[in-house]
């Protein structure tokens, strides 16, 4: 999985667990991607940062700093699924 995708999955499910704390599909599934960042891309020191428009995650590759950005209303697709959809309303 590139990059990018795997930030991006990864950030859609963070932000669904953020705001469904219980959720432990949610976090399972965050677990997953995180492993999935630290074994196939050595991804370390996830942060996030929501910015006007748009998420900012920072990580560290070898010790080295980076940033990709990502729109918020693409990230929050997920979350908008999940809430408007009655099976998994709670």
Do not use: C
Request: hydrophobic content about 40%; charged content about 30%; proline content about 1%.
């Amino acid at each position: 999985m590139r990059l990018a995708d795997a930030l991006f999955n990864w950030l859609q499910i963070r932000v669904v667990m953020d705001l469904r704390k219980n959720d432990r599909s949610a976090s399972d599934t965050e677990a997953f991607f995180q492993q999935i960042l630290r074994e196939d891309h050595k991804i370390d020191q996830l942060q996030v940062q929501i910015e006007e428009g748009r998420y900012l995650v920072t990580y560290t590759i070898d010790n080295e700093q980076h940033e990709m950005t990502f729109d918020r209303e693409a990230v929050d697709v997920l979350l908008t699924a999940i809430q408007n959809e009655p099976k998994y309303a709670d």
